[in-house]
């Protein structure tokens, strides 16, 4: 596996300081128009490549199971990389120390996810004692049971300027807080409670113009969607991904 990613690194990079920090984490230095391809490029990379190391029901759930007395059923996830990316293109680095603290706390948000994923720590660019408009409802509502994945979307969102709100429930869904896009999770195999959750915030006057995304282990496309979803992603899927999703339909929000 390390020869492979080491093949993928080299294709990858070109005239980029390449650093050992510790056994399995490097450190790269290129400029910031690169530093996002370079990204995309490892994580598809090491995506495509790690399939092969896999069967093709395990890739395609994204996990192994391993069985055995002491833990039986247990679930692992497939190998993945995470990577960080800050830059001083728009903002001021004040030494080593920053840097590196950015840096890390950066990457472990990549980290929740549990897929190869990558984030980019990108500074608001407003002018002093101005205000950020758009000319979308930028408002985006999770409903996701997974602590570390509820934590990377909340962030990533904000990351990229949304106004975000999460809840455990869809008793806390308030008029204070009309979103445009509905991020909520379906369940497992075993409760598809929130196939209810999406019918009560459809049948809700308040959110009757929401768009719901659907993530879900479970793929019953039909049945997802029967519940008033707006559009299915199965788990697991790219951060990126959905964001991209979620800035279409915002936009789809006020057309």
């Not at 390390?2 to 005239?15: N, P, R, Y």
């Not at 993945?80 to 990316?85: E, L, M, P, R, T």
């Not at 680095?93 to 996810?113: D, F, P």
């Not at 807080?177 to 379906?186: E, G, K, M």
Request: net charge neutral; with cysteine.
């Amino acid at each position: 596996m390390k020869q492979t990613f080491g093949a993928i690194a080299k294709k990858a990079l070109d005239d980029d300081f390449v650093g050992i920090t510790a056994d399995g984490e490097f450190l790269v230095i290129t400029t910031p128009l690169k530093a996002e391809t370079i990204a995309k490029g490892l994580v598809n990379g090491f995506n495509s490549a790690t399939k092969k190391f896999y069967s093709t029901e395990d890739a395609a759930k994204g996990f192994i199971t391993l069985y055995g007395d002491d833990v039986p059923n247990r679930k692992i996830n497939l190998v993945s990389i995470s990577i960080g990316i800050i830059s001083n293109e728009y903002r001021k680095i004040r030494g080593l120390k920053q840097a590196l603290h950015s840096l890390i706390s950066v990457k472990n948000i990549a980290e929740a996810n549990k897929t190869s994923s990558y984030i980019y720590d990108r500074p608001k660019l407003v002018a002093e004692n101005s205000v950020e408009l758009k000319d979308y409802n930028a408002k985006l509502l999770i409903l996701e049971p997974d602590y570390a994945l509820s934590f990377l979307l909340e962030t990533g969102a904000k990351m990229r300027g949304f106004e975000v709100k999460t809840i455990n429930k869809y008793e806390e869904a308030t008029d204070e807080f009309i979103p445009s896009v509905i991020i909520l999770d379906a369940g497992s195999a075993n409760d598809v409670a929130d196939f209810e959750i999406c019918r009560k915030f459809k049948k809700d006057a308040r959110f009757k113009n929401s768009n719901i995304i659907m993530t879900s282990v479970i793929h019953d496309k039909d049945s997802i969607l029967d519940s008033g979803a707006d559009l299915y992603l199965p788990k697991p899927y790219e951060i990126s991904f959905i964001f991209e999703w979620v800035e279409r339909l915002m936009t789809k929000y006020n057309s």
